[in-house]
């Protein structure tokens, strides 16, 4: 009978010594047989807690797979770090595992109710249909491409397929931390999307001045609104939102987001000082119940209001919220707002949490002072409610003050950046900095969303030209 050839020792690793083990050994890569085709990696790895170490070994049909896992073996074995998985283990992650692991790291690391859901929907409209089979180790640009390609279908805004190609990116860097894809490989490099225009001088962020809606127009939908959903309306769809016309103009001329709108409460407006305190936002995850999480980037501002709007609307709502007679002064609606303010201030002090005080200290829902509610419910409307609405009242306006009418291609989240540049920067004079601080927002992203390098000049240009 024929011996068995040997292999052959292509490399080795530096001499290493375990507990409970009387020889050193090391890492050992050998060649394939005479006759046969197949590399070969031998090292120790740990069994369990406790236990002896294990011999394992690694199979690699080329040697410069086979060098690859021998470098990570010994790179492995010297930070004390996992050894390289047998080849069931690796097939087993593919990239819908791996989409698995990047919704719960983002959960672990804090991501927001909506930031997950438009994750969890990129994940399951476009990535697994497309590339969820597919081996991690395998995962290559020509995948990434059938994404974008199917995504481009569906998604027709630039920004909608960079968020795609950014989820892409976030999970290749997942893949990369966990091991599960070896560096050297970037399954997004050469992708490219189509790049939208820009107009000279301004960022991919830059708001269109024909989506900042006129003053006139937002004083049209919220006074239409209060016509509709006031006392006097006669469709019961609409005067379940009976301050719908004030929450357009807290929107309009304080630029709140419309999660910061639902989540005021009367003790958050401060009629002494002329500004509301916006300090939470109110959430409605899909298939939950809402709920009152923090402001946007954590960031508490004051903004302030028209006192009109502060005395004439919210005025009366806080008497009512607070139990007030109609006819009580300000000062004693302030003196109630304190008392309930450190009446949760003193709750919070008593609880471990130390970041708890009375803006944030936790209230059931249905027991909060809202300003603005649906009644059938008692609490903030869900968005698409409120978005209904507002398409009816704009309705509204177009047919019976069709010179104010909202325009179809302005949203109901662009009253924020009528409050940024025509009310705070244009009417108020403020500057870019303070307006930053009364939107609750970073500098560099107000001068993105609205300034243009050089529209100073081209306006002095046009002014010029039209005298000759």
């Given at each position: ?47 369990g807690e406790g236990e002896p170490w294990k011999r394992v070994l690694r199979r690699a049909s080329t040697e410069e797979v086979a060098r690859k896992i021998f470098a990570q073996a010994e790179a492995a074995l010297d930070t004390e770090q996992s050894t390289p998985v047998g080849a069931d283990v690796r097939a087993a992650r593919t990239v819908r595992t791996l989409g698995e692991e990047f919704l719960k790291d983002s959960t672990e690391r804090g991501k927001g109710p909506r930031t997950m859901e438009q994750r969890e929907s990129r994940l399951r409209a476009h990535i697994l249909p497309t590339i969820g089979d597919v081996p ?333």
């Amino acid at each position: 009978m024929a011996s068995r050839g040997k292999s052959t020792l292509l490399a080795q690793g530096k001499e290493r010594r375990t507990a409970g083990s009387r020889w050193p050994w090391r890492v050992r890569l050998y060649g394939p047989t005479p006759g046969g085709n197949g590399y070969q990696v031998i090292f120790k790895a740990p069994a369990g807690e406790g236990e002896p170490w294990k011999r394992v070994l690694r199979r690699a049909s080329t040697e410069e797979v086979a060098r690859k896992i021998f470098a990570q073996a010994e790179a492995a074995l010297d930070t004390e770090q996992s050894t390289p998985v047998g080849a069931d283990v690796r097939a087993a992650r593919t990239v819908r595992t791996l989409g698995e692991e990047f919704l719960k790291d983002s959960t672990e690391r804090g991501k927001g109710p909506r930031t997950m859901e438009q994750r969890e929907s990129r994940l399951r409209a476009h990535i697994l249909p497309t590339i969820g089979d597919v081996p991690v180790t395998k995962w290559r640009v020509e995948h990434s491409r059938k994404v974008m390609e199917k995504g481009s279908k569906t998604i027709f805004s630039t920004r909608g397929r960079e968020d795609l190609r950014g989820q892409l990116a976030a999970m290749r860097k997942l893949a990369w931390r966990l091991g599960w894809l070896d560096r050297s490989i970037d399954p997004l490099d050469g992708l490219e999307i189509g790049r939208a225009n820009v107009l000279h001088g301004a960022t991919a962020q830059y708001v269109d001045p024909r989506l900042r809606p006129e003053t006139r127009q937002v004083k049209a939908m919220a006074d239409a609104a209060d016509r509709l959903c006031g006392p006097e309306g006669t469709d019961p769809l609409m005067t379940r939102l009976p301050l719908f016309g004030t929450k357009i103009r807290v929107a309009g001329f304080g630029g709140l987001r419309l999660g910061e709108q639902n989540a005021l409460r009367a003790i958050d407006v401060f009629f002494d000082r002329g500004y509301v305190h916006v300090n939470g936002s109110w959430t409605t995850p899909r298939h939950a119940t809402g709920f009152r999480g923090p402001v946007k980037n954590h960031t508490l501002h004051e903004v302030p209001l028209p006192k009109s709007l502060m005395h004439e609307e919210l005025l009366p709502r806080v008497k009512e919220l607070l139990g007030l007679p109609a006819t009580a002064s300000l000062q004693q609606v302030v003196n109630a707002q304190e008392e309930e303010r450190q009446r949760r201030a003193d709750l919070a002090a008593r609880e471990k949490d130390r970041s708890l005080a009375w803006w944030n200290y936790p209230v059931p829902p249905e027991d909060e002072l809202w300003l603005f509610v649906d009644t059938v419910t008692g609490l903030p409307v869900k968005p698409e409610m409120h978005n209904d609405r507002w398409h009816r009242v704009r309705k509204w306006v177009d047919e019976h003050d069709p010179d104010n009418a909202w325009p179809r291609t302005i949203v109901y989240r662009n009253l924020r950046h009528h409050a940024a540049t025509k009310w705070f920067h244009e009417e108020l004079g403020e500057s870019w900095e303070v307006v930053a601080q009364y939107l609750g927002d970073k500098l560099t992203t107000v001068l993105n969303h609205y300034v243009r390098a050089g529209e100073d000049a081209l306006r002095d240009s046009v002014s010029k030209l039209s005298e000759r």
